[in-house]
């Protein structure tokens, strides 16, 4: 069973910086993909994914302004923010997907996926 728990999330001006952490636990297989969605009043947005060799995808929302990372020596997924807008605020959720995986396809279609779901971090920026 895997475990994803965030941090990391608040409130911040726009044009500020956040940084969001999921440490994960359980057992994953050599393939998998990891990444990060949020869900504010409208439908929930895949926004940046990694996969188990280091290839990543980024929603057009996000690219350019966030990272995603992980440190496999601690099974940490980080997501910089950098240049934060208001309408960046949401509610974030680190996510994963076990077993064979496309990050630009689990991030738009993650529903046809066994996804495991954190609790989700708020985050909150101002104008």
């Known amino acids: 069973q895997v475990q994803l728990v965030e941090s990391g999330g608040g409130s911040v001006q726009a044009g500020g910086s956040l940084k969001l952490s999921c440490a994960a636990s359980?057992?994953?297989?050599?393939?998998?993909?990891m990444g990060w969605f949020r869900q504010a009043p409208k439908e929930r947005e895949g926004i940046a994914a990694i996969?188990?060799?280091?290839?990543?995808h980024y929603a057009d929302s996000v690219k350019g302004r966030f990272t995603i990372s992980q440190d496999n020596a601690s099974n940490t997924l980080y997501l910089q923010m950098n240049s934060l807008k208001p309408e960046d605020t949401a509610m974030y959720y680190c996510?994963?997907?076990?077993?064979?995986?496309?990050?630009?396809?689990?991030?738009?279609?993650?529903?046809?996926?066994?996804?495991?779901w954190g609790q989700g971090t708020q985050v909150t920026v101002s104008s």
């Open positions: 996510a994963a997907t076990d077993g064979y995986c496309s990050s630009a396809s689990w991030l738009r279609q993650s529903r046809y996926y066994d996804n495991y």
């Open positions: 359980g057992y994953f297989s050599t393939r998998y993909c």
């Open positions: 996969e188990s060799d280091g290839t990543t």
